[in-house]
């Protein structure tokens, strides 16, 4: 066990260990070298810092920061976002007020419904009717992102992915449009993902010479985990030595 201490008036957790007892541990090391946890952490500082003095809307703000380092566009769903849009719901405390605000969804951008942890543990104890136990007056408002194209995009973006996973899995040989691999790509055309499946895509059906173009707009944006970089890198190299075979 190891306790993490702060000078300052906030302790920044994403998901690697800080404390002197397990910072150094191999395990710990590689994940902050090859993962997306130190490239978060460097995020919510970043927001952290801008949104001084912090409030209850500053924080909800942080948690629905789709942005990379800087506010670049890192593409929705980036694992290196704050907010990767896949979190089942997110949470703010204030606790000197005693208050609590719980995300309805879809993940961090739907409304915050506030509620009071004093009420709850002692008005609404025994409560064996239905009732409205919320403060509606203390909710946090949707993120406009909610009612934008943009999630519209996003939404259709994950359909599309799902397809073609799918057809991936299933071992199916279907043939794609042209317009399908440009409509995946302007859902997200900040993410890494949207290229990588257009490359895997052409890369199994044996057209190297349209995967390589896609893989290496691929290798031009932000990829949360090495692993994944080094697999559409490994999937380049295979396409290259592909279209040099055809040559000879």
Same mark, same amino acid.
């Given at each position: 066990m190891a306790l993490v201490e702060s000078k300052d008036n906030y302790i920044v957790s994403t998901n690697?260990?800080?404390?002197?007892?397990?910072?150094?541990?191999?395990?710990?090391?590689? *994940? &902050?070298?090859?993962?997306?946890?130190? =490239?978060?952490?460097?995020?919510?500082?970043?927001?952290?810092?801008? %949104?001084?003095?912090?409030?209850?809307?500053?924080?909800?703000?942080?948690?629905?920061?789709?942005?990379?380092?800087?506010h670049a566009e890192i593409g929705m769903g980036n694992e290196k976002a704050v907010n990767q849009l896949i979190a089942h719901h997110s949470i703010i405390f204030e606790p000197e007020k005693r208050l609590v605000w719980v995300s309805d969804g879809p993940w961090q951008i739907g409304r915050y419904t506030c509620y009071d942890i004093v009420k709850i543990f002692h008005n609404f104890a025994g409560l064996k009717q239905r009732t409205e136990i919320s403060?509606?007056?203390?909710?946090?408002?949707? *993120? &406009?992102?909610?009612?934008?194209d943009g =999630?519209?995009?996003?939404?259709?973006?994950?359909?599309?992915?799902? %397809?073609?996973?799918?057809m991936s899995r299933s071992g199916e040989k279907t043939k794609l449009q042209r317009s399908f691999i440009r409509e995946l790509i302007g859902t997200n055309p900040d993410f890494f993902e949207v290229y990588s499946l257009a490359g895997d895509y052409f890369y199994s059906e044996n057209?190297?010479?349209?995967?390589?173009?896609?893989?290496r707009k691929a290798l031009g944006k932000v990829i949360p985990r090495q692993n994944e970089k080094q697999k559409i890198i490994e999937k380049l190299a295979d396409c290259i030595v592909q279209m040099k075979m055809k040559k000879l």
């Open positions: 690697h260990f800080r404390s002197p007892t397990f910072s150094k541990d191999p395990r710990n090391v590689k *994940d &902050i070298r090859e993962n997306a946890s130190l =490239y978060r952490y460097k995020k919510m500082l970043e927001d952290i810092t801008e %949104e001084q003095p912090l409030d209850v809307m500053g924080m909800a703000k942080i948690l629905r920061d789709r942005s990379g380092l800087n403060e509606p007056g203390q909710s946090i408002p949707p *993120d &406009i992102f909610l009612s934008s =999630y519209t995009q996003f939404n259709r973006f994950r359909e599309m992915r799902k %397809e073609l996973k799918k057209q190297p010479d349209s995967a390589v173009g896609y893989y």
